[in-house]
């Protein structure tokens, strides 16, 4: 009767221990499983940030490409100019290497900037100064300007 007793504990002792085994291996392959989703995530998170940075990096490259270009027409277009004009004082003040075009005609100087912006001496046509001074800021700057020729 005692053997019997123990026997049948036993075997309730045994169905414990095998179900919390079980149990055990339900939660270790979850947890395997959640570990696998996060790294996941992770590695796409990684990979995002690693696109990012290589788009950041590439659009680096491109204005630093954009700013040597830049650079290389202002050289190319050179910095010194050499004149015998009635205002050169004027030229003196004014003259530097923003300046894209420039225009002489009798005693006028009509000079336009990098920027948009323009600067002119006195004796310009009205009808220019009232073009270049009434121009919209919506239009494009101008590029170039002359006076006193038929170009």
């Given at each position: 009767m005692v053997s019997h007793f123990f026997r049948g504990r036993k075997n309730q002792v045994n169905a414990i221990i095998s179900d919390f085994e079980e149990k055990r291996r339900k939660k270790a392959e979850?947890?395997?499983?959640?570990?696998?989703?996060q790294e996941k995530r992770e590695e796409q998170r990684r990979l995002k940030a690693a696109a990012e940075e290589a788009e950041r990096k590439r659009k680096a490259e491109i204005e630093e490409l954009r700013l040597k270009t830049e650079a290389?027409?202002?050289?190319?277009?050179?910095?010194?100019?050499?004149?015998?004009?009635?205002?050169?004082?004027?030229?003196d003040q004014n003259f530097d290497d923003n300046v894209i075009s420039?225009?002489?005609?009798?005693?006028?100087?009509?000079?336009?900037?990098?920027?948009?912006?323009?600067?002119?001496?006195?004796?310009?046509?009205?009808?220019?100064?009232?073009?270049?001074?009434?121009?919209?800021?919506?239009?494009?700057?101008?590029?170039?300007?002359?006076?006193?020729?038929?170009?």
């Open positions: 979850l947890e395997a499983a959640e570990r696998k989703r290389l027409k202002e050289d190319s277009r050179g910095k010194y100019i050499d004149y015998s004009i009635y205002e050169n004082e004027y030229v420039m225009s002489c005609g009798g005693r006028a100087i009509i000079m336009l900037h990098d920027n948009g912006g323009w600067s002119c001496s006195i004796g310009i046509p009205n009808l220019s100064y009232n073009k270049l001074n009434g121009r919209q800021r919506t239009l494009p700057s101008p590029t170039y300007v002359a006076i006193g020729s038929l170009d």
